[in-house]
Nanobody, 123 residues
Framework: QVRLVESGGGLVQAGGSLRLSCAAS????????MAWFRQAPGKEREFVAA????????YYADSVKGRFSISRDNAKNTVFLQMNNLKPEDTAVYYC????????????????WGQGTQVTVSS
């Protein structure tokens, strides 16, 4: 069992930055690939970024490439999402998720989910 708790969301102006954190419980964090997804109002949840177990492989949605960066600290059981140059279309609830063994952009392959954190970008 893995429990995930996101934090760091908030209200920011377009062009600003936010750093999301996702703290995981348990001693098996390093055995999970981690990802961030987001869900905007009235839309389906979509993939944002993923990181492999060791951190040597990273994947991004085209919409966030060059602006967002996913990282992880296995010693602290935490995964981060650094979001720069935010746009109003980035407004959504952001979720972290865990899967084994490989990172993927497919939502249904993720076993554990956090409760989400709201990110609102004003124009």
């Amino acid at each position: 069992q893995v429990r995930l708790v996101e934090s760091g969301g908030g209200l920011v102006q377009a062009g600003g930055s936010l750093r999301l954190s996702c703290a995981a419980s348990g001693r098996t964090f390093s055995s999970y690939a981690m990802a961030w997804f987001r869900q905007a109002p009235g839309k389906e949840r979509e993939f944002v970024a993923a990181k492999s177990r060791s951190g040597d492989s990273t994947y991004y949605a085209d919409s966030v490439k060059g602006r967002f960066s996913i990282s992880r600290d296995n010693a602290k059981n935490t995964v981060f999402l650094q979001m720069n140059n935010l746009k109003p279309e980035d407004t959504a609830v952001y979720y972290c998720a865990a899967t084994r063994p490989w990172p993927t952009g497919r939502e249904y392959e993720y076993e554990y989910w956090g409760q989400g954190t709201q990110v609102t970008v004003s124009s």
